[in-house]
């Protein structure tokens, strides 16, 4: 009897444990996703420079007083060099064959990716001369310089970490905006602990801790598109950051750079583009399901106690109402003789 007591109450208390740990897991999670909000910014322009409108920007930094950029489509693209007013110095064709994406710099040389050729061109930055090239798998979006790794983004939620020698994966960041994965990372600017990334097809630009994949700053650049003409197309595609720590953004085809100083905003205008695109639902149907959802699993492991609770009662009284051995043997000894009768 004493074991089948002791067995039912460790029962219960394996029970309150898990729920306990529920409970925990809840909070903690609601804790976790307040600690990761995001910061949402606008942008105010501080400087405008000219920009080439044939240009489709795919990369932009800025070195030694000059920007850098690297210009895409087929046939058209290029290495170009601006003076800090926008005008070109000199540039480089590509290949007709290749596509131009994202730009780097290590040292005295220049990274330039391409979008499906899975080739990484590495010129010479002082005479535009091609040196060599890495290879890679799979699409080549936006590259920049940590100062230890080459940043690169394939137009996932995924980035990755390169050496610079040989361009071969160290490894993998997955970024997340408020616990979801943010999708279409394209041009990329490596500042110090973060990496600045567009949002392709958007106007935002978010700030990625490069330790932990968070997204701890949330910008609407809106304020610059709406003063383009271009198609569709013609996105926001251009971040560089000057010796000074000021910001640059530009985009395809654009008429302008622009220099630009970020503000607080009380709540984000746009929505991340991310993928696959579930039903579109209200931001406050999402938050009422995820109350209820909560709300439900917490009543179900509150009952769970109790249920145990009661099979034990159950038990026990079963237990201590039970004929003892001998007055067991002399009723069915009894129920033997009622039978034969």
């Given at each position: ?34 600690e990761s909000e995001s910061q949402p910014m606008q ?115 995924n980035l990755s970490f390169r050496k610079y020698d ?176």
């Amino acid at each position: 009897m004493q074991r089948r007591i002791g067995a039912l109450f460790a029962s219960i208390l394996f029970i309150s444990s898990l729920q306990y740990i529920y409970i925990k897991e809840v909070s903690g999670e609601s804790s976790s996703n307040s600690e990761s909000e995001s910061q949402p910014m606008q942008v105010n322009i501080t400087k405008e420079v000219e920009h080439d409108e044939q240009a489709f920007t795919q990369g932009l930094l800025w070195y030694d007083g000059m920007f850098y950029e690297s210009t895409g489509l087929w046939g058209e693209s290029m290495l170009r060099e601006l003076h800090p007013n926008g005008t070109v110095n000199r540039s480089k064709d590509l290949n007709e064959t290749l596509f131009g994406e994202g730009l780097a710099r290590v040292d005295d040389k220049l990274i330039q990716l391409t979008w499906k050729n899975g080739t990484a061109l590495v010129w010479n930055i002082s005479n535009f001369q091609l040196e060599s090239q890495f290879e890679y798998e799979g699409d080549g979006w936006g590259l920049c310089n940590d100062g230890t790794d080459l940043v690169m983004s394939n137009g996932s939620s995924n980035l990755s970490f390169r050496k610079y020698d040989d361009f071969s994966i160290v490894r993998h960041l997955n970024v997340s905006l408020d616990g979801q994965p943010v999708s279409n990372l394209n041009e990329l600017e490596c500042a110090g602990e973060y990496i600045w990334a567009n949002i392709f097809l958007t106007d935002n630009i978010i700030r990625i801790n490069s330790s932990t994949g968070i997204v701890d700053l949330f910008i609407n650049a809106s304020s610059l598109s709406v003063l383009q003409t271009g198609d569709s197309n013609d996105v926001l595609n251009g971040i560089a950051i000057d010796d000074e720590g000021k910001m640059w953004l530009t985009g395809k085809k654009w008429d302008s750079l622009y220099e630009v100083e970020l503000i607080e905003v009380e709540e984000i205008v746009d929505a991340v583009v991310q993928e696959p695109v579930p039903t579109i639902q209200s931001c406050s149907d999402c938050e009422e399901q995820e109350e209820d959802a909560s709300l439900q699993l917490y009543m179900i492991y509150s009952l769970l106690p109790i249920a145990a609770l009661t099979t034990a009662a159950i038990g026990m009284f079963k237990v201590w109402h039970r004929p003892q051995d001998d007055e067991a043997k002399a009723l069915a000894s009894m129920d033997v003789f009622e039978d034969d009768e």
